[in-house]
């Protein structure tokens, strides 16, 4: 016990032993694969830098932000050119990587979509376009409704084409969220989540779980378009579909931390999959964009949950770090 000058003993006259605690994770340089950083404000982008962020993918195919209903693929191609057009300022601004993820997503019905996989060829030549995506099946769309197997189509031309140009493919899988309780008032939809909500279409698959079905439904593309698994990084894993990709395939899997509030997966899902599966196949992002209340310091405060969770530091920078950048092939 030491002795403490102090008018009483304190918490500090108690103390056993103190733990060697990780210094290095306080520097520790992170990689976001999955975020929508060119719809955030200067402000944000500059947070993201201040808390270690080495290299981004800023994913331009959001269908969100799409600014006609219905969508043509006039309206994604503004999407990727934007983006395009940004990234070196961007850069040049705060310092981090900046590359480019571009897609076709399928949360929405593009009116003629053959326009968009004829045109990526030439996008997926550009040095800062790093991979195709996000995309993949979803159960249901905003405003349109786009059949299964039209949408599978789709996501297996551009995996294709990932094939092609040796590009990893970044997977939109649906999340299955928990219900949280309460609903809000119709007329005010979700606070934080800046969408039409009464547009949602009706689903295209149905039973006991769509969401897991429609990850099944991107794997088959997947094998279709002779993609090898380790170019697939599925975004959005959690407990619904962790298993089944863990044990059926060899994809990549990327838990998405920056909304969990709306999700509900957060870093301890992150350390039960590591614990469970090892850390060769796991990532973490953060999926922040304008239209959802995010956080661009999500990943940093991961480092810090993980080892409070018991992930040791190797093992948390094979996570961040070092499976992004031999992924998707960062410079940084």
Known sequence: ???????????A??????????????????IDIHNHAHT??????????????????????GYHWTPYKP??????????????????AIERNHFFEAKLGLGVHTGVRIENPDELLDAMAEYCELPEVIAIGETGVTPGQHVASWDVDSQQAVVQAQMELADEHDLPVLL???????????SYR???????YEKNTSLGADPVLDGDNPALESVKRDVEAMRDAGLDDRQVVASHADDNNTEYLMEETECYLSYTIGHSWLIG???????????????ERIMVDTDCANVLRTDPFALKRAIFELYRYGIDEDAIRQVVLENPRTVFDFES
């Open 71 to 88: 969508v043509s693929a006039d309206d994604i191609r503004f999407l990727w050119d934007d983006a395009i057009n940004r990234r070196a």
């Open 172 to 182: 939109h899988t649906p999340n299955q969220s928990s219900d949280g309780g309460r």
């Open 40 to 61: 955030l404000s200067w402000e944000d982008r500059e947070r993201y830098a201040l808390s270690g962020c080495q290299s981004m993918m800023m994913v331009a195919s």
């Open 13 to 30: 006259a108690y103390l056993g032993e103190q733990p060697e605690l990780p210094r290095e994770l306080l520097n520790l340089p992170w």
């Open 1 to 11: 016990m030491t002795d403490y000058p102090t008018s009483r003993p304190t918490d």
């Open 265 to 279: 997966v957060t870093a301890e899902d992150v350390a039960d999959a590591i614990d469970e599966y090892g850390p």
């Open 186 to 192: 119709s007329e005010l939809a979700v606070p934080g």
